[in-house]
């Protein structure tokens, strides 16, 4: 094991190469970087929350006004199946958390429970339906939702809400947003960089449902705000040439069909405006309802809120349109943003908010430096001291595995925390102990007699299993803790995780290396370590 072959010293050359090229950039200014040549890295390490300053916010989802939606939902569905089968009804309504309707025609109960038990819901994963139809005294009928299903779309809501919310934070351009679910309910956001909490709460915060509905002219504005609404419809608040509209409650078609949405100008009046796509379904849709409605109106509704209220001058049927509005450029193009990353499926309510400067990012990048320094020039004094020219062999190799870790970091734009310099100092010790591990192996055989180059060779052979057994074990340790662990733990395993294979590297492989060169050369008669 102690010749140096051609592959190992290939592999040693490229290793420290490697660690060097990867780990300048972090120590040259960005205008040095953006001069380098283009084949040669130029990516920095990614820094933490904590290292690099940003904002930190905690939302929670309202799951209630989830099921509100899901109740008013059912309520138009049921509307719907019992005027497809011309079933005469009043009081349809929620009350008590469930929809309730009375069937006029007493004849008629049990066909409307059948149509509506045919026609509501969705078959669940477990078998059955979500929704139970029950008839009542009275000739009534209720509507409620299984307590299964109805918390299995809790669930989903806050599953949908942080992929959502990650794809709003990739549009702004922040690096390595830790997102992430707390308890049942709540998401936290760590935000890298972004030192405006504001700004990320108006992105984030914003439900952003964008719905076309018709607007019923015929209703009574009055009328409508005093609660006596014609049945299907709803009362919403305008823009700036009406402060309400009547519109029918179903949506014709959603936020969810759009495939494209951007921040444009007006071509005739130069005022900034939004320009979207459907989708191959919205399209269709869209131009089939602007085709039977021409000369009506209908509203763009985006969270409960009539932002433009055009009328259907032509059918559009190109699958393309434009909402205008009282927009600035910012806010023309943070909608786009918005729904480009698609709706929210229920709104968040701010539970949260922190802000880390710069200042203490700087501070804590100082402290961490300063922590690193000083436990490895530790390190190597002691190495040296306990063990002469291996232990410099030892420091040249742990040298090269600290490059290597913030190589392999900068390339994979890995975020590193404050725990994370935790991890990085803890990888510099495991590297030292596998060294210690094999010269005192190394030393006990000299003691027990081989020669010089038996005893490099058994004391490597032999050192090695302890060193895997006891690496492969800090690597499943810090997978666990990656795995399962939150935003500042992950930093911790990540750093750590890296750091066991680079140390078993650069221990074992490097210093033969070095000995080897050693020890062709001065061909000694005894070991500096007996």
Do not use: C
């Not at 392999?408 to 404050?418: D, E, G, H, N, V």
């Amino acid at each position: 094991m102690i010749t140096v072959s051609r592959w190992r010293i290939i592999l040693v050359a490229l290793a420290a190469l490697y660690g060097f090229l990867f780990t300048l950039p972090n120590v040259l200014p960005a205008s040095v970087r953006d001069s380098l040549p283009g084949f040669l890295p130029k990516q920095t390490l990614n820094l933490g929350l904590d290292l690099q300053g940003g904002s930190y916010l905690l939302y929670e989802v309202d799951t209630d006004a989830l099921r509100t939606e899901l109740l008013t939902n059912l309520v138009e569905d049921s509307r719907t199946a019992l005027r497809g089968a011309e079933i005469d009804f009043t009081g349809l309504g929620v009350a008590n958390g469930e929809v309730n309707v009375r069937i006029n025609n007493p004849a008629q109960v049990e066909q409307a429970a059948k149509i509506l038990r045919e026609s509501l819901g969705t078959v669940m994963a477990s078998g059955g339906r979500d929704v139970v139809v029950s008839v009542a005294a009275d000739q009534r009928i209720r509507v409620s939702f299984v307590a299964q299903a109805l918390n299995a779309q809790a669930a989903k809501a806050v599953d949908q809400s942080i992929e959502v919310i990650r794809r709003r934070i990739d549009e702004l351009g922040t690096k390595e947003p830790d997102i992430r679910r707390q308890g049942s309910n709540r998401i936290s956001i760590a935000a890298p960089g972004e030192s405006d909490p504001k700004k990320l709460q108006a992105i984030v915060g914003q439900t952003a449902k964008l719905t076309f509905q018709m607007v019923d002219e015929t209703a009574d504005i009055a009328q409508a705000q005093q609660g006596r609404l014609p049945p299907g419809t709803m009362l919403v608040p305008g823009d700036d040439i009406q402060p309400f509209y009547v519109v029918k409650k179903r949506a014709e078609v959603t936020g969810e069909m759009l495939t494209d949405a951007q921040g444009s100008f007006d071509q005739q009046t130069g005022r900034p405006v939004v320009t979207f796509r459907f989708n191959s379904i919205g399209a269709k849709r869209f131009g089939a309802v602007t085709t039977a409605s021409v000369g009506k109106r209908f509203a763009i509704v985006l969270d409960n809120k009539v932002i433009s209220a055009p009328n259907i001058i032509n059918p559009i049927t190109g699958g393309n349109g434009q909402i205008s509005g009282n927009f600035t450029t910012e806010s023309a193009n943070n909608l786009a943003i918005l729904l480009r990353a698609g709706a929210l499926p229920a709104p968040l309510t701010i539970q949260e908010q922190q802000t880390v400067s710069a200042e203490l990012g700087a501070d804590a990048i100082r402290a961490g430096a300063i922590s690193l320094m000083i436990g490895g020039v530790a390190i190597i004094i002691f190495i040296v001291l306990a063990y002469g020219l291996f232990g410099v062999f030892a420091a040249v190799a742990l040298i090269v595995n600290v490059l290597l870790i913030l190589g392999i970091m900068s390339m994979t734009q890995a975020t590193l925390t404050f725990p994370g310099i935790a991890g990085l100092i803890l990888t510099l010790a495991v590297a030292v102990d596998a060294n210690v591990l094999i010269y005192e192996r190394v030393r006990d055989e000299a003691h027990a007699g081989r020669t010089p180059i038996m005893a490099l060779e058994h004391g490597y052979s032999r050192a090695l299993v302890s060193i895997l057994d006891a690496n492969i074990t800090s690597a499943i340790s810090a997978i666990i803790m990656f795995q399962f662990g939150s935003g500042p733990i992950r930093g911790f395993a990540w750093t750590l995780l890296i750091g066991v294979v680079t140390s078993v590297f650069t221990a074992v492989v490097i210093t033969q290396v070095l000995i080897g060169f050693w020890f062709r050369a001065t061909k000694p008669k005894s070991l500096p370590i007996e």
